[in-house]
């Protein structure tokens, strides 16, 4: 059967409308300065948009025509772009930029493919995006994105993005030419991701193929039935480190689509005083606040659609409280305890710390499951098992994957507390951490560190569990838990 592509780019650019605008085509719309859009796509390879926008926006400040850039050194340049992929190598190109373009284009922005390709720093990829977004000429830019899509449709059958290209300038509708890369990079970004992709809420599922993918999968006992009714509480736990830099990347958009009767978050580095009225006070919400006192530092937070019966900051031992790290609310059947377990650093030096702490949480979450069901949820600053992380054998001695720590989790699993996740799903390559450097979220390159636990005796009021690795705002994504 014959993929129909004009009904699926047409059902995909509806679909797209509200998702992040890929970082060039925003900056297309903000100016058709073909200078800065080139500028802004070479920036762009192998790096986040979030982190290629606000290195444009420090750039262009110093830099907003060829002649300014002309004056900054590669040292100016590194300071200004970093943490962009290949910072020094991207630097070394935005140098170079200004002499090649006076020598061989009297100083323009040239607006063919062939003449862009000779400039340092850009491929097809980027001339062709130029092209097409600066000079609105018809171009195919095909990126990763566009190359894996392509192929997974079965569209085209190639195996690198210059073959996708030239196969497509003699398939693809030229209608299309121009919009394809930013349709097909917002859709491979937000819901037909490289790893595990979401074919479950895929609005072209019915016309895909699936050629060459495994779907992630859909978590038993979701958190609603069909007909919309919510079965049971649904939990939220996530990392937002630093509640006033998520708020500026969408915090709020991403709390109300998750939907959740319990948030909790953890590492908000800030005093309640410090926040903004909006994320003090969200409407149908409790919220209580356990900041660290240290400014800028650690700290846990809740809120809550339900009141609860009582609320227990910390675990009563000042070396640790005053960190902020535990955060207990009990209700009618249940506690709800949100930790954000410390980091055992560098060298190990703060693992006796860590290790002490493990063992007051323990000894809290004991007590408390004597009297009703225990849910914690939060940071647990550690991979328990080679499963939950990219990289175990380079990892064994490091932060986060010392012997120490995962005994204490291999402990408080064989006392029968539950995995709520590894209830669910046991695939490799699900991640809720990832650094920022070196574009390890979008390589995948990820740990396993943020939990939902339950206590023995509740494990059959859990229903479903999933780590929601789409959301952004943080190196670290969501996680959630539907308990009855």
Same mark, same amino acid.
Request: with cysteine; proline share 6%; charged share 25%.
């Given at each position: 059967? &014959? ?15 509200? !998702? ?9 719309? *903000? ?6 859009? %080139? ?57 170079? %930029? ?23 720093? #850009?491929?097809?990829? &980027? ?14 830019? #095909? ?32 209608? !299309? ?7 097909? #990079?917002?859709?491979?970004?937000? &819901? ?50 630093? %509640? ?7 915090? %709020? ?31 149908? !919400? ?58 055992? *650093? ?49 990892? #064994? ?25 590894? *209830?669910?799903? *046991? ?58």
């Amino acid at each position: 059967m &014959t993929f129909p592509i004009d009904k699926v780019l047409s059902l995909l650019e509806e679909e797209v409308r509200d !998702y992040q605008v890929p970082v060039v085509d925003l900056i297309a719309a *903000q100016t058709r300065d073909p200078f800065k859009v %080139l500028v802004a796509t070479i920036l762009s390879a192998r790096t986040k948009d979030e982190v290629t926008a606000a290195a444009s926006r420090r750039l262009f400040a110093r830099a907003s025509t060829s002649g300014e850039l002309a004056r900054l050194s590669v040292e100016d340049l590194e300071k200004l772009i970093y943490p962009v992929g290949f910072f020094r190598n991207k630097a070394r190109y935005l140098r170079e %930029l200004p002499s090649a373009l006076a020598t061989m284009f009297d100083g323009r922005i040239p607006d063919r493919v062939e003449d862009l390709v000779r400039l340092p720093g #850009v491929g097809r990829k &980027t001339a062709n995006l130029v092209v097409a977004v600066a000079f609105g000429k018809p171009a195919i830019c #095909v990126d990763t994105h566009v190359h894996r899509i392509m192929n997974i449709w079965g569209y085209v059958a190639t195996s690198t993005p210059l073959q996708t290209e030239m196969a497509l300038r003699e398939k693809l509708p030229p209608e !299309y030419w121009l919009k394809v890369n930013s349709i097909l #990079v917002a859709f491979g970004q937000g &819901t037909c991701k490289p790893r595990l992709p979401h074919c479950d809420r895929c609005v072209v599922a019915r016309y895909c193929p699936r050629i060459g993918i495994t779907p992630r999968n859909v978590v038993a006992g979701g958190p609603r039935k069909k007909e919309g009714k919510r079965v049971g509480k649904r939990f939220v736990s996530w990392n937002v480190n630093g %509640l006033r830099a998520a708020y500026k990347k969408g915090f %709020l958009d991403s709390f109300h689509e998750l939907d959740a009767d319990i948030f909790a978050i953890q590492e908000i580095k800030a005093m309640p005083e410090q926040l903004p009225e909006k994320l003090r006070e969200i409407k149908g !919400y409790h919220s209580f606040w356990y900041p660290a006192e240290k400014k800028g530092y650690s700290g846990t937070a809740i809120y809550t659609r339900s009141e609860p019966l009582d609320v227990v900051y910390g675990l009563g031992r000042e070396e640790f409280d005053h960190e902020g790290r535990v955060l207990t609310l009990e209700f009618d059947s249940f506690y709800f305890v949100n930790i954000y377990f410390p980091n055992a *650093q560098h060298g190990l030096k703060r693992l006796d710390y860590k290790m002490a702490f493990n063992r007051a949480v323990r000894q809290h979450l004991d007590l408390l499951c004597e009297h009703k069901s225990v849910v914690v949820g939060g940071d647990f600053n550690v991979a328990h098992r080679e499963i939950d992380l990219a990289n175990p054998d380079s990892n #064994v001695k490091n932060p986060g994957f010392t012997p120490e720590e995962r005994a204490w989790m291999d402990e408080v699993i064989g006392a029968g507390y539950v995995d709520t996740f590894r *209830q669910f799903n *046991q695939d490799p390559g699900c991640y809720t951490w990832w650094s920022y450097r070196f574009n390890a979220r979008a390589r995948n390159i990820g740990w396993r560190i943020d939990y939902f636990l339950v206590d023995p005796a509740s494990r059959d009021r859990i229903r479903g569990a999933a780590i929601h690795d789409e959301v952004a705002g943080s190196d670290h994504c969501p996680v959630s838990l539907t308990f009855t």
